[in-house]
């Protein structure tokens, strides 16, 4: 055999190893099968995670039980993405899926259909969520009204609307450690989980490498708004200067020590962090506490 023939032979075996590594694949094991989902822990989680943020309609309000309709536009450098149709509707929405299918794409970032979803979706913090919260999660979703609208394709640019790529992203990107070293700080353990996994308050306060992938080094130090216009602010120490009861009454109220209030989308993570019980918003003001300064 020539070196053509082998150089051709070992590219073919590259490029279907690289595929074989990057495939969807999703949880290959019968998802909290032992476990009972309640309805009530599911709306705390549901608060947590600020479903409702992204995934209601463009014009609609908040409310107890919201249509997650989905529209919003998520603007980026790769092009435009917008949050589906996450309500119970069994054909326009997530109606017919089963757990193991929601696990998978919450966890996993894998379709019931066998693609990627593309990292928009936060599945990289919600990778960290546990069993039983996924699973109250779920069954939560299912007593929220049913939309039959349809979700909006995602507008990208080439070769980013290629999704069979995304798995060379996850390859590079997917870590499932915590940025927050575990303590044994009941407290701010419990803040790393929320602020990091359920909250995914990185997503918006890091910046992002050219890949789009959060940059952790700078990891809370602020970053370009998504929506375009201003910035993110740094919430490390380095800048912000608020005391343990500045925070907790900022994650309640949306009120700042200087008496200003939370405006934009920062005014819809407040109204989720309003509903979690004051002993997860005392967790998350020591988590921001706790974090490296960057100025």
């Not at 919003?72 to 326009?92: D, E, L, M, W």
């Not at 019931?112 to 699973?135: E, I």
């Not at 912000?240 to 009454?249: F, K, R, S, V």
Request: charged share 15%.
């Amino acid at each position: 055999m020539g070196a053509k023939g082998f150089i051709t032979i070992a590219l073919t075996v590259c490029v279907f190893a690289a595929f074989y590594f990057t495939r969807p694949a999703a949880l290959a094991i019968s998802f909290a099968s032992n476990y009972a989902p309640s309805t009530e822990a599911g709306a705390l989680v549901f608060h947590a995670a600020g479903c409702a943020t992204c995934h209601i309609s463009p014009a609609a309000e908040y409310s107890e039980m919201p249509e997650l309709a989905g529209g919003i536009a998520f603007p980026s450098q790769f092009g435009t993405f917008y949050a589906p149709n996450i309500s119970p509707h069994p054909t326009r929405g997530i109606g017919a899926w089963d757990l193991d299918a929601f696990a998978s794409a919450v966890m996993l970032g894998v379709s019931p259909n066998g693609q990627h979803y593309y990292p928009a979706f936060p599945y990289l913090a919600y990778q960290h969520m546990t069993v039983n919260d996924v699973a109250d999660l779920f069954e939560y979703i299912q007593t929220l009204p049913a939309s039959g609208t349809s979700s909006v394709s995602h507008d990208l640019i080439f070769p980013f609307n290629i999704r069979r790529g995304l798995g060379f992203w996850k390859l590079a990107f997917t870590d499932n450690k915590y940025v927050k070293k575990i303590t044994k700080d009941p407290k701010i353990d419990r803040g790393t989980y929320l602020v990091e996994g359920l909250g995914h308050c990185a997503e918006c306060h890091t910046p992002r490498n050219a890949a789009g992938a959060l940059d952790k080094s700078q990891w809370m130090a602020g970053a370009p708004n998504l929506s375009g216009s201003g910035l993110v602010p740094n919430i490390t120490p380095a800048v912000l200067d608020w005391t343990e009861a500045d925070l907790i009454e900022y994650f309640t109220s949306g009120f700042t020590p200087e008496y200003d209030t939370a405006g934009g989308k920062m005014a819809d993570v407040i109204h989720n962090l309003s509903k979690l019980p004051q002993e997860d918003r005392e967790a998350i003001a020591a988590y921001v506490l706790a974090l490296k300064p960057l100025p």
